[in-house]
């Protein structure tokens, strides 16, 4: 990759002093907190942390490592807390990190009606990615199933962001401009995915 450090655009400044200071593990703590509840902007640091690969300052195998490895905690600790807690513990502290109930309910509601699925597509939501793995919990879901379904979606997010950021160089301003068109590319290929299983399915029930 051939671009520098000095062109990052202004987006992305916010969590650039902590990547330039932590390197990797600001990738870790950041996205970590972000996938148990912690409104932190998980695309923005991957996105960074690429685009410092891509100057050479970070290893972007390395980058998609930590993040897949952060996103997974993140989740599972999200998990626990949605399984050993419930409501009352997250309704109790979640105002301090913005989790009113209208928003849990209203994700909540989402994520039953869609089961195991929501969680591969819960991470491409802003709202949703954070409240995966709580919701999950609450839900009564399986880990195990928790688990598979988790480990694809962090694969596609984070190879997503950090592919974005890596080969974006200096246009990266445009393709920040256009991250809700990937995510809704993403989003409606899943889906498309998802609907085709179901209907095939079905089919095959019926001939």
């Not at 000095?6 to 990547?19: E, F, G, K, N, R």
């Not at 996938?35 to 891509?54: H, K, R």
């Not at 100057?55 to 399984?83: P, S």
């Not at 920040?176 to 498309?192: D, K, Q, R, S, V």
């Amino acid at each position: 990759m051939h671009h520098s450090v000095q062109h990052l655009p202004s987006v992305l400044q916010t969590v650039a002093p902590y990547i330039d200071k932590y390197g990797y593990y600001a990738v870790l703590g950041l996205v970590l907190l972000e996938d148990f509840g912690i409104p932190v902007p998980g695309e923005t640091v991957l996105i960074t942390a690429a685009f410092y690969a891509g100057a050479g300052h970070l290893n972007i195998l390395l980058v998609i490592v930590v993040g897949f490895i952060a996103a997974i905690a993140g989740d599972n600790i999200g998990y626990l807390i949605g399984t050993y807690g419930g409501h009352p513990l997250v309704e109790r502290y979640g105002r301090y990190v913005f989790l009113t109930k209208e928003r849990i309910a209203k994700a909540e509601g989402y994520f039953n009606r869609h089961g195991g699925k929501v969680v591969v597509i819960a991470r491409f939501v802003e709202g949703l990615r954070q409240l995966n793995g709580i919701l999950a919990g609450m839900s009564e879901m399986t880990w195990a199933r928790f688990f598979i379904f988790n480990v694809i979606g962090a694969t596609l997010w984070v190879t997503l962001w950090s592919m974005v950021g890596y080969y974006s160089g200096n246009h990266i301003s445009s393709f920040i401009h256009y991250e809700l068109y990937f995510t809704i590319a993403i989003l409606a290929l899943l889906i498309g995915f998802i609907l085709y299983k179901i209907f095939k399915k079905r089919i095959q029930k019926n001939i």
